[in-house]
């Protein structure tokens, strides 16, 4: 893995074709940032952008550079030299294998060996409800065993410098460990959000409307303080989901 | 000329991968012809025409399309000559799997459905290990762990292939894969297929409709594997 890393994304047009008013973005090492928008306005599609390391080849014309370079072509299709790691809204699995098969499999694509799966299997289990096993089928496994697969099969086997994460808070699993799970040490997150503690998390948020990234707003000293109360009460409220899960009863407001 | 043999399971997006490489392919200053061939009916033409190119459609009808695709070949070349195009786009109508209508001296394209399960590219054999090139086609309908493993099966069975991630709706992979054409090796005479199809004629080419094993003849396979000739 590089020391350096910067991503540049280099803005395209938007949904009207017209030029989007950010034009040119530096994304360096370690740094979490967050894509926030209105629903439809385009920010799954700047993610995918960055996944495919477009080249002015998708509808958006935007260019993702690698340190101020254009990208080899094997840097954008070979899994095993691939710098992205994707988590995407999509709940569940297609494939008719069990969970042991389809992790060695992907750990094989990504030039990793099978000693692998257990661990993906035992993180997983560590942000989600019912424990997930080797045998099962991936297709019977609920939204949140599934999303719960994908994050901790991106911890373990992608281990990619960039990691590109889409909506995790509708995924019914603990949104905030799994945030931590996936950014690690150096690596650099973005993350498509509408929940203000994981936006306000990042160092800074791309706002987009149709289609085109129209602003950057770096979090300030203030929001930050507000991100520490939110998580506060958003701590609580998790607290509370899980004591009725439980099937316990809820106590009394202290 | 070039010839481009597009092959591929029915739904997986042949149509829709080949309208967006048509419009690279164009802009880049090539001149397509598509020629269509299906079995029944199609009316993928109306599609193609609205690209403003030369457009073709062949109906196999009582013909195994494969063979119709093989046995029109040259007609194909000759009709796009007249038309003035240098690249013949040909796109099959793709129902069996046993055969692959890939000439030895064309870019042979197969397009494959990533939602159809990774145990899929160990089913579609010749169509698949004798390609070119393998687009896969839906992959924004799965996580990225999942594209990563259908690649993977795909290299386990064709290991020389090129893969090309598209998607019909966006235009993705359309750049990448009109590029690839335009490298694409020139028509000589003589091509030769790159794959043997099966074993020739049986008694329902014939007319047969009767479903007892005794009224039929040709090289026959039972269900337990064993295989014998019957006739004269």
Not at chain 2, 147 to 175: M, Q
């Amino acid at each position: 893995m590089n020391e350096e890393l910067t991503l540049t994304i280099l803005g395209g047009v938007d949904k009207d074709g017209v030029p989007e008013p950010v034009s040119s973005l530096d994304i360096c090492k370690g740094e979490i940032i967050g894509i926030v928008g209105p629903t439809g306005s385009g920010k799954s599609t700047l993610i995918d952008d960055i996944e495919q390391l477009a080249q002015g080849d998708t509808p958006t014309g935007r260019s993702v550079l690698i340190n101020g370079e254009r990208p080899d072509a094997v840097i954008r299709v070979d899994p095993r030299k691939k710098l992205v790691a994707q988590l995407s809204q999509k709940m569940h699995f297609l494939a008719d294998m069990t969970v042991r098969d389809f992790l060695q499999m992907h750990a094989r694509s990504r030039g990793k060996g099978p000693e692998l799966v257990d661990r993906v299997i035992e993180l997983a289990n560590t942000l989600t409800g019912e424990p997930i096993s080797a045998d099962h089928y991936l297709t019977v496994l609920s939204g949140g065993q599934s999303r719960s697969l994908m994050t901790a099969d991106i911890a373990v086997i992608s281990d990619s410098p960039v990691v590109l994460i889409d909506e995790i808070e509708n995924a019914g699993i603990k949104k905030q460990e799994a945030l931590q799970l996936l950014s690690g040490e150096g690596k650099i997150v973005v993350v498509v959000t509408h929940d203000p503690v994981l936006a306000l998390m990042a160092s800074r948020r791309i706002v987009i409307r149709n289609g085109g990234m129209v602003d950057i707003i770096t979090t300030s000293s203030s929001e930050q303080d507000v991100c520490g109360r939110i998580a506060e009460v958003d701590n609580w409220l998790m607290s509370l989901r899980e004591t009725i899960r439980k099937g316990e009863v809820v106590e009394e407001l202290a | 000329m070039k010839l481009v043999v597009l092959a591929g399971t029915p739904g997986s997006g042949k149509t829709s991968v080949l309208v967006h490489t048509i419009k690279s392919l164009v802009r880049n200053g090539k001149k397509p012809a598509v020629v269509k061939v299906d079995c029944l009916w199609t009316d993928d033409d109306q599609r193609f025409a609205k690209l403003d190119i030369p457009v073709h459609v062949g109906l196999a009808k009582d013909m195994c399309p494969d063979h119709f695709t093989i046995y029109n070949t040259e007609e194909m070349l000759g009709w796009a000559e007249d038309k003035g195009a240098d690249i013949v786009l040909n796109e099959t109508a793709g129902l069996c799997l046993r055969c692959a209508p890939y000439p030895d001296e064309c870019l042979a394209i197969c397009v494959i459905d990533v939602t159809t399960g990774p145990n899929t590219p160990l089913k579609v054999g010749p169509l698949l290990t004798t390609a070119d090139i393998v687009v896969t086609t839906k992959g924004d309908l799965v996580s990225q762990a999942e594209r990563e493993v259908f690649r993977e099966r795909v290299l386990d069975v064709n290991p020389g292939c090129s893969i090309v991630e598209a998607n019909g709706l966006t235009g993705k992979g359309a750049f990448e894969l009109a590029e690839m054409i335009s490298e694409g090796p020139e028509v000589h005479d003589k091509m030769i297929l790159r794959y043997n199809p099966p074993l020739a004629i049986c008694s329902l080419c014939t007319g047969e409709t009767r479903v007892a094993r005794k009224h039929h003849m040709g090289v026959l396979r039972q269900i337990d594997g064993f295989m014998e000739y019957k006739g004269e």
